[in-house]
Structure formats: structure tokens, C-alpha cells
């Protein structure tokens, strides 16, 4: 069947390898899952919150050993990857505390003398996660599912088996029974197996356009609940009432987060041309002082991109914009191995196909227009339609902004973020439903309509 194998993107070097599931220890897992799903959707909210807190717990003492981990695997930073696990200590602590309000039983008048709707587990979950966040992606889902009551499969990305492995070590030290949580060392080809299984009764996917219309092709075939995070080519609007420097401080950050391979990063660049001169030569000089490098060395900014199949892919969208008359700013080609260097590029043809896909890797995309009418009609030009970040003090243009932008998040003077607090997910091309939030857990439950009389 082969074998899932950890390259360090940094290097090339092999870090480790591991054989594929095959059939029989696929069913296995898929039945041990639904086995623990009888009891442990029984087990009540307060022994699933302490199990909850305590794996937090694990990754917060453990926070730079993991972190490590991550940046060996994928190439984030390795400060960006310590920050990675402290917020998926977060999203656990959130849900521990939270999840037995959310799903507490709620009462509705009716006709009936007691009615309402209770809030049930489906069963097993399989979750298919991403490597560009390989611990926050994936708690971010199992920490509401489990609390829930629900079991989980986990399959993770292929380059990132480690981090697969570890996920299902850090559940077990925290007391989760075996069965509740557990990694499929399997491939995409797999995947269908798995969702076809009538023990698995829903499948969450962050990743690709592709992979999501795969696994929701796969679903729908099973008549299978599915949310899907797919990807983004998220506007930063800029016009000219807003705070220049903090603007532009916060579009390095928002376009460069994770080596730029975000599905949230900013990547259109939307400028009010009484401000696009100013705002280019800024965010140039501060791309400019930039050290790209070994993500473990604490001086660098930006690492590696995790494979070399990526790095072709964002190299040929630059090189195709440029052939159409984009200009270069800095950066622009390839600095060996998968190191690329931030790279800015304008006079972009808004009518080009890069234009309107999603760019994965540290390169910003420049374009420049007279109003706000005209930044909303450029921002929603794209079949996707995750998050938006605009800056603008002015009341009437931010509550414009609000309205009439579409994304499954829009942030005034801020950069897209996600927040345990607050509903994340896309509409058009990036994807259904939401993750995070009352919204986030009640995806993969019941919703049942209770009636007495």
C-alpha cells in the first residue's frame, strides 16, 4: 500500500515514514469507533469537559516540543507553530467550558404540554484535515465534536503523518477512551472507503477546491452531512481614511501568516488610489527587511514553503502575471530549494486568471481603484468568498463594507482571523457551513424536535 512520509520542506531531509492502512485495519478502526460511540455519547458533559481541559493542559506544557514537531514537518516558523498549539489549547478550553450550554435542551411553545429540541450526537465523524495548520485545523474540529459526543477518524494531510500520530497520543493522555479519537494513516484514494461506511454518519474537510468537491461528490453519493473549509483569495481594502501605518503593518502580517500559505491570508491587495503610492512603497520596504531561512532560527520571518509542488505552482502564477505586465516590486522567483521570497506584484490585469485564483505562498497581489464602489465590485470578482479585511474609518463606507462584501467574515481595521468565539466558514468556492462557535457544534448533531402531550 506504500508509506505516508515526514520531509522537512527546510531541508529535504526524511524525517520518517509509515506504512498505509490497508483494508482490514481501516474496518477495524471504523469499528472501534462505533463501538465507543455507544458509550461514550452516555459519558456526561462534565467528565468530557475535564478529559477536554486536560488535554489543553498536555499542550500548553508541551507547547514548544510540539512546536517544534510542526515546524520540522510543514516549515511554519517556529514561534508561528508554538503560537499554533497555545490556541489549540484555546479552542479546547472554549469548548470544555461552553459545549453543555450550547447543546442544553431548549424549550418552545406549542400546541404540546412540553416541546422543544434536544441536542443529540450523530455518531462518527471523520474529519480529512490540512497541512498548513496541522494541530489548530485539526482540534479546532474534534474539540466541538467530541464534546458533543460524537467519535472521530482523523485523515490528516499526507506530508504531516507525525503530527497525525501525535493527535491521537495527546487524546489519550487526556483521558479520552480508546476509540474516541483516532488517525487513519491512509490516502486521498482512501478516503471514499471510509465515507461510505454507513457506521460514519458526517465528514468535516479543510483543504483544496478539488479535495472538497471530491469529498462532497463522495457524501452526497451516501447522503452524508459534510462541512467543508476550502480556499480564499481574500481582499484587504485600504481607502484613504485609514490609519496608513497600521494598515500596512497589519497587510504584512495577514499576507505573510504561515509562510503565506493561509486559506484566511489577505491576497488582494484593493487600494483607493490616493493612497496606493503611498501604501506600495510602505509595504515594500517592510517586505524588504524580511529574513527568509530556517523556520527553527527565531531571527526568521518567513520559511519554506512545504513542498516543492507548491513552490512550482505559486513561481508559475507570479511568472504568468508578469508575462500579462504585472510589475514586480521584490521578490518574483524562486530562492532554491522551497524557499520563495515575499514577493509584491502590480498593475495586475484584473481581468487575468491568476487574478481571480488563490495564490498559496508569500506573494500580494496590488491593485488600485477610484472609490469604494469600485474596491467592493473588484473584492467580490472571485469565486471565492472566505474572508474580507477593509480599513476605513468612516461609518458609512465600514457599515457599506459590512453589508455588501461577500465573505463568510468581513473585518473592519483588522486582519481575518479565527476566533473560538466566533462562527468561521466561507460562501461561494470556500466551502459550507461553520466551524467554531454555538454554530460550529451544532453541525455535527441532531437537532431533534421533542413533542409531549
Known amino acids: 500500500m506504500g508509506h505516508l512520509v515526514s520531509i522537512n520542506p527546510a531541508t529535504g531531509e526524511e524525517l520518517a515514514r509509515y506504512p498505509v492502512f490497508d483494508a482490514g485495519q481501516i474496518q477495524s478502526c471504523i469499528a472501534q469507533a462505533h463501538e465507543r460511540f455507544q458509550s461514550y455519547r452516555r459519558i456526561p458533559f462534565a467528565q468530557r469537559s475535564a478529559w477536554l481541559k486536560r488535554v489543553a493542559g498536555i499542550l500548553e506544557e508541551r507547547k514548544a516540543e510540539f512546536g517544534r514537531l ?30 453543555e450550554g450550547f447543546l442544553a435542551e431548549r424549550s418552545i411553545a406549542s400546541d404540546a404540554s412540553r416541546s422543544g429540541i434536544r441536542y443529540q450526537p450523530l455518531g462518527v465523524i471523520l474529519a480529512v484535515m490540512p497541512w498548513n495548520f496541522p494541530f489548530w485545523q485539526v482540534f479546532r474540529c474534534a474539540a466541538p465534536a467530541l464534546m458533543a459526543g460524537n467519535t472521530l477518524l482523523l485523515k490528516h494531510a499526507s506530508n504531516v503523518p507525525q503530527s497525525a500520530l501525535t493527535l491521537e497520543q495527546i487524546f489519550r493522555e487526556g483521558g479520552f477512551p480508546p476509540g474516541v479519537f483516532q488517525t487513519l494513516l491512509i490516502t486521498a484514494a482512501q478516503v471514499a472507503e471510509v465515507v461510505a461506511d454507513e457506521r460514519v454518519r458526517g465528514a468535516a474537510l479543510t483543504g483544496s477546491e478539488a479535495a472538497g468537491s471530491s469529498l462532497a461528490r463522495l457524501a452526497g453519493q451516501h447522503l452524508k452531512k459534510t462541512v467543508l473549509e476550502l480556499g480564499g483569495s481574500d481582499p484587504f481594502i485600504v481607502l484613504p481614511s485609514a490609519d496608513l501605518e497600521a494598515a500596512v503593518a497589519t497587510a504584512v502580517t495577514a499576507r505573510l501568516i504561515n509562510n503565506g500559505q493561509s486559506c484566511i491570508a489577505a491576497k ?143 473585518f473592519i481595521n483588522g486582519m481575518v482571523k479565527s476566533d473560538p468565539r466566533l462562527p468561521f466558514g466561507g460562501i461561494k468556492r470556500s466551502g459550507y457551513g461553520r466551524e467554531l462557535s454555538r454554530e460550529g457544534i451544532l453541525e455535527f448533531v441532531n437537532v431533534k424536535t421533542i413533542w409531549v402531550k
Open 268 to 410: 488582494r491587495f484593493i487600494l483607493h488610489r490616493a493612497i496606493a503610492e503611498p501604501f506600495t512603497a510602505a509595504m515594500t520596504e517592510r517586505f524588504r527587511r524580511l529574513k527568509v531561512g530556517d523556520p527553527l532560527d527565531p531571527q526568521t520571518d518567513v520559511g519554506p514553503l512545504a513542498t516543492p509542488s507548491i513552490l512550482q505552482e505559486v513561481d508559475g502564477q507570479v511568472q504568468a502575471l508578469v508575462q500579462a505586465g504585472a510589475k514586480v516590486h521584490i521578490g518574483g522567483s524562486p530562492l532554491g530549494g522551497n524557499f520563495y521570497p515575499p514577493t509584491i506584484l502590480s498593475d495586475i490585469p484584473p481581468d487575468h486568471p491568476v487574478a481571480h485564483q488563490e495564490v498559496f505562498g508569500p506573494v500580494a497581489l496590488l491593485f488600485t481603484v477610484p472609490d469604494v464602489s469600485a474596491a467592493i465590485e473588484l473584492a467580490n470578482n472571485t469565486p471565492f468568498g472566505l474572508g474580507a479585511s477593509a480599513w476605513t474609518t468612516d461609518p458609512e463606507e465600514q457599515e457599506r463594507l459590512l453589508e455588501e462584501l461577500e465573505a463568510g467574515s468581513v
Open 70 to 99: 510542526i515546524s520540522l514537518e510543514m516549515g511554519k516558523t517556529l514561534a508561528s507553530a508554538v503560537a499554533e498549539v497555545e490556541k489549540s489549547a484555546w479552542v479546547c478550553r472554549y469548548y470544555a467550558e461552553e459545549a
